[in-house]
């Protein structure tokens, strides 16, 4: 008796089950990436969530006002505001009776000192974004120390440049809050 075929037969059938190993595997990791999600007065929201489920989210605490775009009738905006109307967290729209997009407000500032800051670091990135942008990696980590702590976010260029904001917090309360920019170059 020939013992070829059945041991081809078992390489079939062991590669065919490391091939569903695999696809059960990447299955697995795809199901775990998450839907990114922004959150406004406390409850996250998403492009592709559904229009009526997002309005019953925002009338729970929140007020909204806003409606139908006169351009386009599939298109609806509102702002989204405080309970008390005196502060927009943000905006949010939908096209086709689900979200296509949601944007927060951030911090709002006329401080001299941080529209200067603002400045520095605008400039310190812009230089390595011409006309249509650079590509960039973005990181963001904290660091503690015996006597503050403190957070950064990097902004690393491909040719080795990089900026990093770091925000410090003194444990002492006597002591202010401090951010500082550092760009360095390194070689690649």
Not at 17 to 29: A, D, I, M, P, S
Not at 72 to 90: C, E, M, N, P
Not at 143 to 158: D, G, H, P, Q, Y
Not at 163 to 171: C, F, G, L, Q
Request: hydrophobic content about 40%; aromatic content about 8%.
């Amino acid at each position: 008796m020939d013992s070829r075929p059945l041991i081809s037969r078992n390489i079939v059938l062991s590669n065919f089950l490391l091939v569903l190993v695999v696809l059960r595997f990447v299955h697995g990791l795809l199901a775990q990436q998450t839907t990114p999600k922004i959150v406004l007065g406390g409850e996250p929201f998403a492009p592709g969530m559904a229009q009526q489920e997002a309005i019953k989210k925002l009338g729970n605490c929140r007020s909204i006002t806003g409606g139908s775009d006169l351009r386009d009738a599939r298109v609806k905006s509102y702002f989204v505001w405080d309970k008390d109307q005196t502060d927009i967290l943000g905006t949010i729209w939908f096209r086709d009776e689900e979200v296509e997009g949601v944007e927060r407000e951030g911090a709002f500032s006329q401080d001299p000192e941080a529209i200067s800051f603002s400045l520095s670091l605008y400039r310190s990135l812009s230089q390595d974004a011409h006309v249509g942008g650079a590509p960039i990696v973005l990181q963001t980590g904290a660091k503690e120390a015996a006597n503050a702590s403190s957070k950064f976010i990097t902004f690393i260029f491909r040719d080795g440049r990089s900026v990093e904001m770091e925000i410090v917090a003194p444990d002492d309360p006597q002591k202010r809050s401090q951010v500082s920019l550092e760009e360095t170059l390194t070689k690649r």
